[in-house]
């Protein structure tokens, strides 16, 4: 997160300015608190004020403006319905024209389950090793939004299904 | 010529945050009479408004510890 600070600035009784920086201010706490506090330590000197400055500090080889991007993905269990376990049981798979087909599903957590949603796909074609294609997309409007994608890779057998657990952490 | 004393006083407010963090605080140029009534309310303010934080997790903030006044005399010494 972008670090605060906090610059009062006032003029002492031969009229030359002082300043004083306050440094790990709160981005929680609302400006008008901010101001007061400022202004109550000025109220301990003998100096008149004249203004407090907010200055924000941003690493930006490791930030953004919004704070730090760590997107975080992890392959955790999910639910598959029964017609989704039957597709790939009876074999009825549809490949796409890059010969993938669908084995997976994204779901975004419920931080922001609007931000995100998406599929998994495996293939394999004669001329290339098999792949697989994690695709998520982002709603329109959650574009500049974070979010954390729960992804499920199915293993499937007969009758019952099992999901496997696998997490992977990306980070920007 | 003689001797050329200048006096400076400063304010140090030792402050303490919940995860250990301490933070000594100068302000210059202070009153020169200030009531012990005018620094517990600035305590009751830091821990109302929470508007300083610790530095290692950005931890609540905790209280004043202590409030210093230390004033500095320096004579440049006439050496004429």
Same mark, same amino acid.
């Not at chain 1, 690493?59 to 039957?86: C, I, M, R, Y």
């Given at each position: 997160? *972008? $670090?605060?600070s906090?610059?009062?600035?006032?003029?002492?009784?031969?009229g $030359?300015?002082?300043?004083?920086?306050? +440094?790990?201010?709160?981005?929680? *706490?609302?400006?008008?608190?901010?101001?007061?506090?400022a202004?109550?330590?000025?109220?301990?000197?003998?100096?008149? !004020?004249?203004?407090?400055?907010? %200055? $924000?500090? %941003?690493?930006?080889?490791?930030?953004?403006?919004?704070?730090?991007? +760590?997107? @975080?993905?992890?392959?955790? $269990?999910? @639910?598959?319905?029964?017609?989704?376990? #039957? *597709?790939?049981?009876?074999?009825?798979? @549809? +490949?796409?024209?890059?010969?993938?087909?669908?084995?997976?599903?994204?779901?975004?957590?419920?931080? #922001?389950?609007?931000?995100? !949603?998406?599929? %998994?796909?495996?293939?394999?074609?004669?001329?290339?090793?098999? #792949?697989?294609? %994690?695709s998520?997309?982002?709603? #329109?409007? !959650?574009?500049?939004?974070?979010?954390?994608?729960?992804? *499920?890779?199915?293993?499937?057998? @007969?009758?019952? !299904?099992?999901?496997?657990?696998?997490?992977?952490t990306?980070?920007? | 010529?003689?001797?050329?004393?200048?006096?400076?006083?400063?304010?140090?407010?030792?402050?303490?945050?919940?995860?250990?963090?301490?933070?000594t605080?100068?302000?210059?140029n202070?009153?020169?009479?200030?009531?012990?009534?005018?620094i517990?309310?600035?305590?009751?303010?830091?821990?109302?408004?929470?508007?300083?934080?610790?530095?290692?997790?950005?931890?609540?903030?905790?209280?004043?510890?202590?409030?210093?006044?230390?004033?500095?005399?320096?004579?440049?010494?006439?050496?004429?």
């Amino acid at each position: 997160m *972008a $670090k605060l600070s906090m610059q009062l600035k006032a003029k002492d009784q031969t009229g $030359k300015s002082v300043s004083t920086t306050f +440094t790990n201010v709160n981005p929680e *706490a609302p400006d008008n608190d901010k101001l007061q506090v400022a202004m109550a330590m000025n109220s301990l000197t003998a100096n008149t !004020y004249s203004s407090t400055d907010l %200055i $924000k500090t %941003i690493n930006l080889d490791t930030e953004t403006d919004a704070g730090k991007q +760590t997107p @975080t993905f992890s392959l955790a $269990k999910t @639910t598959f319905t029964q017609a989704e376990v #039957n *597709a790939l049981v009876s074999q009825n798979i @549809t +490949t796409n024209s890059d010969g993938q087909f669908w084995i997976g599903k994204v779901n975004a957590t419920n931080d #922001n389950p609007n931000a995100g !949603y998406g599929s %998994i796909l495996f293939g394999i074609t004669q001329s290339e090793t098999p #792949n697989i294609k %994690i695709s998520p997309n982002v709603k #329109n409007g !959650y574009e500049q939004t974070a979010f954390i994608g729960t992804f *499920a890779v199915g293993v499937f057998e @007969t009758d019952t !299904y099992q999901s496997a657990e696998v997490t992977v952490t990306i980070t920007a | 010529m003689a001797d050329v004393l200048t006096t400076t006083s400063s304010l140090k407010i030792e402050t303490y945050f919940v995860d250990g963090d301490t933070r000594t605080i100068t302000l210059k140029n202070p009153k020169s009479n200030i009531a012990t009534e005018q620094i517990t309310n600035l305590q009751t303010m830091l821990q109302t408004k929470q508007v300083l934080i610790g530095d290692r997790s950005g931890a609540a903030f905790g209280k004043i510890s202590t409030v210093t006044r230390v004033d500095e005399t320096k004579a440049h010494l006439d050496i004429s």
